[in-house]
Nanobody
Framework: VQLQASGGGLVQTGDSLRLSCAAS????????VAWFRQAPGKEREFVGV????????YYADSVKGRFTISGDNAKNTVYLQMNSLKPEDSAVYYC???????????????????WGQGTQVTVSS
């Protein structure tokens, strides 16, 4: 599975942005697709995840209530809708997928086999 992340850009505090993660093949029904981010000098951070088979989503506390993950089966694409953006949300955002991962490991990037190339999000103050 190849993943292509897109949609990043430069926005101002309080703005919204939608990132897309397009898969090269059908990932719904058996894959978990997550978003991670990494800011300069910081460790990679879990943002949120969509479990296609259950349609459930989970989010990091830092983005809960502001970010929403959704999926489009027909397009093999997962979206990350980011609202009320803050400067601390600035990072390179990556999507990742796994076909075999347990819920308690969703936050762990090491458990994902497939990664997109990343898209830069910069939020100016």
């Amino acid at each position: 599975v190849q993943l292509q992340a897109s949609g990043g850009g430069l926005v101002q505090t309080g703005d919204s942005l939608r990132l897309s993660c397009a898969a090269s093949q059908r990932t719904s029904s058996r894959f978990v697709v997550a978003w991670f981010r990494q800011a300069p000098g910081k460790e990679r951070e879990f943002v949120g995840v969509l479990n296609w088979s259950t349609s459930r989503t989970y989010y990091a506390d830092s983005v809960k209530g502001r970010f929403t993950i959704s999926g489009d089966n027909a397009k093999n694409t997962v979206y990350l809708q980011m609202n009320s953006l803050k400067p601390e949300d600035s990072a390179v955002y990556y999507c990742a997928a796994s076909s075999s991962i347990i819920t308690s490991s969703y936050y762990n990037g090491e458990m994902y086999s497939y990664w997109g190339q990343g898209t830069q999000v910069t939020v100016s103050s």
